[in-house]
Each structure stands twice: as structure tokens, then as C-alpha cells.
């Protein structure tokens, strides 16, 4: 299992201490750095800054949003930062929800978001796959423009430049079970938001079709401490925010994860308080259960035991929320101990077969 260290979107003002922290987890040993982007601070451009001060750390969104871009331009920066990186980038997508999507980015959700998102990926696979210009024909994504609204003089076109991987990497974040499914049929790794290993039969049935080498990089809030209090508080402050604040109420997949895993009162409480404007009491109905089994938080013997616990559970790289140097540098430490599995070969570029590409 490698580990990654997961840095997330900026807060209300950029990071003071990201480059000194990525370079420390560079050193000793860390596989990977992940950026994401909800509705302020980009996934690309920080990654960009990384990979200038770093020379051997892969690096990954976790997650780009798809909605925030053309497949087009999702695959020129996936291009560019692989080439400036040398060859060290992963392009974690995910598809978000209404509430963001809609009342961020202004577009419709779609309708089929199984059919968006497997398009969306086999535009950009095509893309950088592809030495002829293209003709893409899809539901939500063709190639010249097909509406009625266009001009009709688009030309098909190629990549003016080579990019320096056709194969590579694409990760998705998924949540719903066929999500999740098609995710193990068409990507080469999957982020999932919530990864217990006491529950990961959870995720059985749709994993079940993954191929040799799939990748599950879930994050987990990570802390070396005697008493577990503060931290666990940090977690259950974060389930609190995601299950009551990021989706509607009918219309959250986070919730609808959640109570698939076993909770499903105590997400319907969470949800309710959150709402009500009582957040206080929601991150208290957050059970320490769950906040436990997706985190690391405890002694040095209690990581250790954590550790051993993701890497049977079927992950293979473990992405860790946290700043705090003894706990990455004790993580790192352990995991050298386990011993760590070498990288796997990706998916070759012709997973995807929707929508259909005519050269």
C-alpha cells in the first residue's frame, strides 16, 4: 500500500506552508499529492506549483470537477501537467451533485450521470490516445459540435501537441453502487470519499468486475495523539459538513453512502440538525463508530493496527488528510515496516468505448 498525502482546496486564503509540507512528505517517502476543488480555489493550478518544487512525488487531482470544464480542456491541462511534471500526473474526476453543479458552474445535472461521466472520460482517453483529428458522437459530448444552435463549421481536430502519455492514469470519484461499477469497468483507480474496512463488503458487488491492477485511494483524516478527542472531532465536524451541507436533501450522495453503510438514522439526525441550523448538535450526532473506521487517529501501535487494516481491506494507496509532520512522518515509518507493494501497470487506452470516435 503506498500512501499519499491528500492537501485538498484552499479554505478562505492559500496555504502558507504547502510547499515546505509536500516536500517533507516527498522525503520521506510519500507515492503521491492530491489537490481538489469544490467552489474556490482550482485543482490544477496549485498542482502545478507542486510539481515545480518537487522532482519525484506523484501528483493527482482528487478531484478535478467535471463540470467546471470541457472534456477538451480537462484533457489540454491533464496534457500540459503531465509534460511539465514529466510524466508524473493522475486525473482524478468526479461528476459533484446538483447543488453544485447547478448552482455553481450554472449547467443542468445531467439526467444520466453514468452516461455523462463514462463519455466525459472516453473524450479525454480519445484524446490523448488518438495521432488523427476526431469526430466524437455522444448523449452529452460530440465532436465538431452537433446542436442546432452552432454554426457547422467546426473542424475536427488532434492534440497540436504529442503528450508525453497516451495511457495516462484517470481516477474517478464515485459513490452510488453502478457508479462505482462502471468506475472498475472503464478507469484505472477510484476515490472513494468514505472507505471503512470493517465495511468494505459494502463495495463488493460493484468492485467485483475491477481489472489486476485497479487502484482504491480513499482519504482518511490522519493523527498521532494520546487522546483521540480533538481529532475525532475534526472528523465527525467533516461527516457533519458533507452529509447535512454538500447536496440537498433528497438529492445527497454522501447521505445516500452513508446510510448504506449501516447508518441510516443517524444520517437522517445528521441531516436534520445541519439543516435546522444547529451544526453543533449535528457533528455530535456524528457516532465516534464511524468517524473511527474511516480515519487514523490514536497511538502509534493504534495507526500501526490501522494501517494493516486498510491494506487487507483491498487498498492500495492510501491518501492522508493531515499537516501534521510527526503524524506523516510516523505513517511513513509504518508503512515501510509493512513493506510497500510496487506500482501496477494502468489500463490501456481503449477502456472506454462510449461515445463513439470516428477518425
Known amino acids: 500500500m503506498r500512501l499519499g498525502l491528500a492537501v485538498g482546496y484552499w479554505t478562505r486564503q492559500p496555504p502558507q506552508d504547502l510547499i515546505p509540507l509536500v516536500q517533507e512528505a516527498e522525503r ?23 510539481a515545480a518544487h518537487t522532482s519525484t512525488i506523484e501528483l493527482g487531482t482528487a478531484i478535478a470537477q467535471m463540470a467546471a470544464r470541457a472534456p477538451a480542456a480537462t484533457a489540454m491541462h491533464a496534457l500540459t501537467l503531465d509534460h511539465l511534471s514529466g510524466g508524473r500526473f493522475t486525473l482524478g474526476l468526479g461528476l459533484s451533485g446538483p447543488q453544485v453543479v447547478e448552482g455553481w458552474y450554472g449547467r443542468p445535472f445531467p439526467r444520466s450521470p453514468l452516461t455523462a461521466s463514462r463519455e466525459y472520460v472516453a473524450v479525454i482517453r480519445a484524446m490523448l490516445g488518438s495521432a488523427r483529428p476526431l469526430t466524437l458522437e455522444g448523449s452529452y459530448y460530440g465532436l465538431p459540435y452537433p446542436g442546432p444552435d452552432g454554426t457547422g463549421l467546426g473542424k475536427p481536430l488532434r492534440p497540436a501537441v504529442k503528450p508525453l502519455r497516451r495511457d495516462l492514469p484517470i ?19 477510484w476515490l472513494p470519499l468514505y472507505w471503512s474496512p470493517e465495511r468494505s463488503e459494502v463495495y463488493a458487488d460493484s468492485l467485483r468486475g475491477a481489472p489486476e491492477g485497479f487502484r482504491i485511494a480513499p ?26 451541507g454538500m447536496g440537498a436533501k433528497g438529492a445527497n450522495f454522501h447521505a445516500n453512502l452513508m446510510a448504506r453503510m449501516g447508518f441510516a438514522a443517524e444520517v437522517a439526525r445528521i441531516q436534520e440538525l445541519f439543516l435546522a441550523g444547529r451544526p453543533d448538535e449535528s457533528i455530535d450526532s456524528v457516532p465516534d463508530e464511524f468517524a473511527h473506521e474511516i480515519s487514523l487517529i490514536g497511538t502509534r501501535d493504534r495507526l500501526a493496527s490501522r494501517l494493516a487494516a486498510f491494506r487487507d481491506s483491498g487498498v492500495t494507496d492510501l491518501l492522508v488528510t493531515s499537516k501534521d509532520l ?34
Not at 520521506?28 to 493550478?45: K, L, N, P, Q
Not at 481516477?171 to 483507480?189: M, R, S, V, W
Not at 507493494?341 to 494502468?346: S, W
Not at 472506454?352 to 470516435?357: D, I, K, L, N, Q
Request: hydrophobic letters at 45%; proline letters at 10%; a neutral charge.
Open 28 to 50: 520521506i517517502g510519500f507515492h503521491s499529492v492530491w489537490t481538489s476543488e469544490a467552489w474556490g480555489s482550482d485543482a490544477f493550478t496549485p498542482l502545478t506549483w507542486i
Open 171 to 189: 481516477f474517478l470519484g464515485a459513490e452510488g453502487p453502478k457508479n462505482i461499477a462502471q468506475t472498475a469497468a472503464t478507469a484505472d483507480g
Open 219 to 244: 482519504m482518511v483524516y490522519a493523527r498521532l495523539c494520546e487522546d483521540p478527542g480533538p481529532a475525532l472531532f475534526q472528523v465527525k465536524a467533516m461527516i457533519s459538513f458533507y452529509i447535512g
Open 326 to 359: 510527526p503524524t506523516l512522518r510516523t505513517l511513513a515509518e509504518l508503512n515501510r515496516q509493512a513493506g510497500s507493494a510496487p506500482p501496477r501497470a494502468g489500463r490501456p487506452v481503449a477502456a472506454a468505448p462510449s461515445p463513439t470516435v470516428h477518425h
